[in-house]
């Protein structure tokens, strides 16, 4: 019969820590195997690369004839895993759990409901279906976690230390529950480091220090020649007080070992001893001590086993110490020692105390407060990146000083002095000429497509009225929509028909009775008139620019929010490795994580769209229909943004830090508060991957200018590719794996 399962020269490396060492052994079908060790021996971290969740440094497994390194998602749809910590959704009720991890597993409602059924008879959990699993107690809670284990009917079970922490009743309860599922041929696979729950399995394996000792059936091992080496014999010793009478028989003449095993004494002796040499060890208590020879038991297997592992490590270490010159007996010379006078000590500790009472523990929290601080990078990254960012932001990016307002012209004359006019505009360091139409649609699509600002339209009699002296009227258009900037705009505009036409006066300033040019009513008047018109927001309400572009600040944030917190949680609540065991896809787990947000979200869009329109009078100039569609798509970037965070941060602190980093810039560089055009050319090129800034573009656009999704085309283009990108880069970075 093949072996379930296969391991040869197995190892996993952590850095510089060696985990697993070369590790091989074999287990056959229907057994019961446990792999024995102290706590950090490589248990857990074995289970985690048979199971396809944590990448084999070196060597090869095997599980049901599939690799664990190219195979990981076919092993598992036939495996159960339960953690070694409470892994289920604590916030789920029992069945709730059951039937979640029956769907994950893909089974349908017919299959599903008899499964159930199965499940709870096996388990006895029908009196606490309802019962949220965070309330059950220890031993119920290891029974429901067997449950959706099993739900799916696996070949396999993985057990990484299933009795920890629970009482001797519910462990036993549990082991009947194993034999039982081992009697219907399920293989199962136990870590534990409880030896008589090491004496209940058919095959044990014990791991030390990340190395395999010795595998085999129990009773073979109690035989090994290590065990009960030749000449000697064991002895079990029992006796009032044992804990007293240890060290007693330790120094005993021929004792190699002696050590506690419940209330009597297991001691590894000669056999030149006899009963009658340990009696006489406790003269007074001569004939309440009973003496009994005995096989060894697994614990006598483990620990004279792994006394022989540290012995030969010591070995090890000293002969390469004694290679390098030291010798490994060196100490510190007591003379370098200097003792204090007697006074000065009293005086020193009379000191040190009235010091500990009022700063008692002091120097322990600093040293403890640093060593957090170390060890957690983002912290000090966050500390010193903010700041900095903060600085380069306000100090060098944002400028309050309005320039370079993007113009289009729409000239009717033609001739010299108009030329003159849109030279006079240009001349300026806030209006920046971009485009001179020729017509009135593509002047009116120039502002619709947010692409100017300010338009200027220039009448055909522009050159003839100023030669007969009479006042011209040039009609400036502002968009509204940005309140900082139409102001600018319009004293701007004005004062530049108030220079011109001073300038044009000068000539007739010595002659009073002549003037320069006079108006409809023959009154005297400046030769210019600058007509503004202010579009979209006639009355520079600042609720009109600010409440849209707020609309696209809130839904990053809930989203953002949201997504890293769900994702991280999971991994720190160890639900995620849960998961990672199931064979839920990469795709199929982020979608049905993201869904529930992406809805939370656009139903946030529309309460934050009500509060704007009838809280604050800002209406909806254009298609609603095509602002939510849009809007949707920035959900799906937000949420991506969510997730990429969720890959790079490990806890909700580390979340919560990159979350901000990701906020900061999208209010001070999207233009939601300060006019990206007014920025450095660098800080301006860079705030094109930021998808708010798209998405502000497309909402005041849609909500203020009426604009259509081919006016604001290239906004949305600029939104998807951010949105493939994030999504792209989350997707390849989130990995169905530990780490």
């Not at 029992?238 to 009478?245: F, I, W």
């Not at 309005?402 to 012209?409: G, L, Q, R, S």
């Not at 485009?435 to 120039?446: G, K, L, P, S």
Request: hydrophobic share 45%.
């Amino acid at each position: 019969m093949s072996p379930v399962i296969q391991i040869d020269e197995l190892t996993r490396d952590f850095g510089s820590l060696r985990a697993v060492d070369h590790v091989s052994f074999e287990v056959q079908r229907g057994s019961i195997f446990g792999l024995l060790g102290p706590n950090g021996s490589g248990k857990s971290t074995i289970i985690r690369m048979l199971c396809g969740v944590l990448e084999p440094t070196e060597g090869s497994a095997h599980v049901l004839g599939y690799n664990v390194s190219r195979d990981a998602e076919l092993i598992k749809r036939h495996i159960g895993y339960m953690s070694q910590k409470f892994s289920l959704y604590s916030d789920l009720s029992v069945q709730e759990n059951i039937e979640f991890y029956g769907r994950i597993y893909g089974l349908d409602s017919e299959k599903l409901t008899q499964r159930f059924q199965e499940i709870i008879e096996l388990t006895s959990l029908g009196d606490r279906l309802d019962q949220l699993a965070g309330n059950l107690s220890g031993g119920w809670k290891q029974r429901l976690a067997l449950g959706c284990a099993l739900i799916h009917e696996p070949e396999v079970v993985f057990l990484d230390e299933p009795t920890a922490g629970i009482d001797p009743v519910a462990r036993r309860d549990l082991w009947d529950l194993l034999f039982e599922l081992a009697g219907q041929g399920v293989t199962l696979f136990v870590t534990t480091h409880y030896m008589d729950e090491a004496e209940r399995c058919s095959d044990v394996g014990y791991i030390y220090d990340a190395r395999l000792i010795v595998c085999g059936k129990p009773d073979e091992l109690k035989q090994l020649p290590s065990v009960t080496p030749l000449g000697t014999a064991r002895w079990e010793i029992e006796t009032a007080h044992p804990a007293t009478k240890l060290t007693t028989f330790r120094e005993m003449d021929g004792v190699r070992d002696a050590t506690l095993f419940g209330q009597t004494i297991h001691v590894l002796a000669s056999q030149q001893l006899s009963e009658a040499d340990f009696i006489s060890r406790i003269p007074d208590q001569q004939e309440a001590v009973q003496v009994r020879p005995i096989t060894p038991s697994l614990e006598d297997v483990f620990v004279t086993l792994s006394r022989a592992e540290e012995l030969n490590n010591r070995v090890s270490e000293q002969s390469i110490d004694t290679s390098e010159g030291h010798s490994p007996f060196s100490t510190a010379p007591e003379a370098m020692v200097e003792e204090l006078p007697v006074e000065d000590l009293g005086t020193k500790t009379k000191s040190s105390q009235n010091i500990s009472g009022i700063l008692a523990g002091f120097w322990a929290i600093l040293v403890k407060e640093f060593t957090h601080i170390r060890r957690e990078p983002s912290t000090l990254f966050f500390v010193f990146a903010v700041p900095v960012l903060q600085t380069i932001i306000f100090g060098f990016a944002i400028d309050t000083q309005i320039e370079n307002i993007p113009t289009v012209i729409y000239d009717l004359d033609g001739r010299s002095s108009s030329r003159e006019l849109r030279d006079a505009f240009a001349n300026t360091r806030t209006f920046q000429i971009i485009e001179r139409v020729f017509d009135q649609d593509t002047f009116h699509n120039a502002f619709e497509s947010g692409r100017a600002k300010v338009g200027v339209i220039i009448p055909p009699d522009y050159s003839d009225r100023l030669l007969k002296g009479e006042q011209v009227s040039i009609q400036v258009l502002i968009d509204g929509s940005d309140s900082q900037v139409a102001t600018t705009a319009l004293n701007a505009s004005n004062l530049l028909g108030m220079n011109l036409s001073i300038n044009m006066t000068k000539h007739f300033a010595d002659t009073l009775p002549a003037v320069p040019s006079r108006d409809a009513r023959g009154e005297a008047a400046l030769p210019i008139e600058i007509r503004p018109r202010l579009l979209y927001n006639p009355d520079l309400e600042s609720s009109h620019f600010f409440v849209p572009g707020l609309v696209g600040i809130i839904l990053q944030l809930v989203t953002l929010f949201l997504t890293s917190f769900a994702i991280v949680r999971e991994r720190e609540l160890g639900t995620l490795e849960q998961l990672f065991v199931t064979p839920v896809s990469k795709s199929g787990l982020l979608l049905g994580k993201l869904a529930p947000y992406a809805l939370i979200g656009f139903v946030e869009t529309l309460v934050v769209l009500t509060v704007m329109v009838f809280f604050f009078g800002v209406p909806i100039h254009g298609s609603l229909w095509e602002l939510l569609l849009l809007s949707l798509l920035f959900l799906v970037c937000g949420l991506g943004l969510g997730m990429l965070v969720s890959t790079i941060a490990r806890t909700q602190l580390q979340a919560i830090q990159f979350a901000f980093l990701v906020m900061l810039p999208s209010v001070l560089l999207s233009g939601f508060m300060f006019p990206r055009s007014q920025m450095p050319l660098p800080i301006y090129l860079f705030t094109f991957f930021i998808p708010v800034t798209y998405f502000l573009e497309i909402l005041r656009g849609i909500v203020l200018r009426g604009s259509d999704i081919a006016d604001l085309l290239p906004y949305v283009l600029g939104l998807s590719l951010c949105c493939i990108g994030i999504i792209d880069i989350s997707l390849k970075r989130f990995q169905k794996q530990l780490s």
